[in-house]
C-alpha cells in the first residue's frame, strides 16, 4: 500500500509510546487516523495533535481483550470515516521483569490476553472491512525484537514468549492474506522510550491480579547474573519508530525492524539452530 494519503488508519495502544509515534507519522503521511486507547482520554490527547498540525483524527475508547468492545469499534471507525485501509494492531503490556519462577499465572494470563488474543480479536473485528479496501490495505501487528531473541539478561519470559506468539501468527496471517491483496508487517523493535510498566499496570484488569513493582535495576545490570555481560541497551524515541513503520508498509516488509544493531543477537540465535539442524544430520 504505497499511497498513505487520504486512507484511513486505526491504531490501538495509540494513546502512548511507540503507538503514539506511529499515529503521529500515519497522520503526518495525510491519512484519517483512530486513534484508539483503553484510555481514552490519551487517545483524544494524540487525536489533537494530529489535529493540531492540521491533519485529520478521531479518539475512540478500546479494551482489545474485549470482542464487544472491539466491535463497537469497528462499527464506529465505519461511521466515521467510511471504512479502514490500515491497522496497526499495537496494543501490548508488560507485565513483570523477572526470572520465569516469578511470573505468576495471572502475568501469564494478562500478558496473553493482550498481547496475543488481543491482537487476534483486534484483526478479527477489523478483517471485513480491510477486505472490502484490498488490495489498498494492510495489517501491522507489534511484537518486540524479543520476538526474535531471548535473553536471559532481559528476564522478561512471559512477554517474550508473548512476542513469539505474535511474530508467529502475523507470518501466518502474510501467507493466508497474500492472496486476497492485504498485506502483513509485524513491528519487532528494540527498547523504546515509553511508558509502558505504568500503563500495563494502570490498565491491569483486577482479575489479572496486582502488577509487581518492576526490577528495573536488576535488569539493567545484567539478570543472568553478577558474572554475566550486561545485554546491550540502544534507546530509541517513540517518534522515531513512526517513520520506519510508514516506510515499511509502503514496501510491504514483513519484519519492521527499528535498531540494526541487534542483529548479531538474532543472528547468534540461529547459528545455534544451524548447529542443532547440523547435529540432528549426524554431521
Not at 486513534?35 to 483524544?44: C, G, L, N, Q
Amino acid at each position: 500500500m504505497d499511497d498513505l494519503n487520504g486512507r484511513v488508519a486505526v491504531v490501538t495502544g495509540g494513546g502512548s509510546g511507540i503507538g503514539r509515534g506511529i499515529a503521529l507519522a500515519l497522520g503526518a503521511e495525510g491519512m484519517t487516523v483512530a486513534v484508539a486507547d483503553v484510555r481514552r482520554a490519551s487517545a483524544e490527547a494524540v487525536a489533537a495533535e494530529i489535529e493540531s498540525a492540521g491533519r485529520r483524527a478521531f479518539a475512540i475508547g478500546l479494551d482489545v481483550t474485549s470482542v464487544e468492545s472491539l466491535a463497537a469499534a469497528a462499527k464506529e471507525v465505519a461511521a466515521r470515516a467510511g471504512g479502514v485501509n490500515l491497522l496497526c494492531a499495537n496494543a501490548g503490556v508488560l507485565a513483570r521483569i523477572g526470572p520465569l519462577v516469578d511470573h505468576t499465572v495471572e502475568d501469564w494470563e494478562y500478558t496473553l490476553a493482550v498481547n496475543v488474543m488481543g491482537i487476534v480479536k483486534t484483526v478479527g473485528a477489523f478483517l471485513p472491512a480491510l477486505r472490502e479496501r484490498a488490495p489498498e490495505a494492510h495489517i501491522l501487528t507489534t511484537a518486540s525484537l524479543g520476538g526474535l531473541v531471548s535473553d536471559v539478561r532481559a528476564p522478561l519470559g512471559a512477554y517474550i514468549a508473548s512476542k513469539y506468539a505474535c511474530v508467529g501468527y502475523s507470518e501466518m496471517l502474510r501467507a493466508e492474506l497474500a492472496g486476497e491483496g492485504i498485506g502483513v508487517s509485524v513491528l519487532c523493535p528494540g527498547v523504546v522510550e515509553s511508558n509502558l510498566m505504568a500503563t500495563s499496570a494502570e490498565n491491569r484488569h483486577d482479575e489479572f491480579g496486582a502488577q509487581p513493582a518492576p526490577q528495573l535495576a536488576a535488569w539493567a545490570g545484567g539478570a543472568g547474573g553478577a558474572s554475566a555481560p550486561p545485554l546491550p541497551v540502544w534507546t530509541m524515541a517513540a517518534e522515531d519508530v513512526g517513520p520506519i513503520v510508514v516506510r515499511a508498509i509502503r514496501s510491504n516488509r514483513f519484519h519492521v525492524l527499528t535498531h540494526p544493531r541487534a542483529w548479531p543477537l538474532v543472528e547468534d540465535r540461529f547459528r545455534a539452530m544451524r548447529a542443532d539442524f547440523e547435529f540432528a544430520s549426524g554431521d
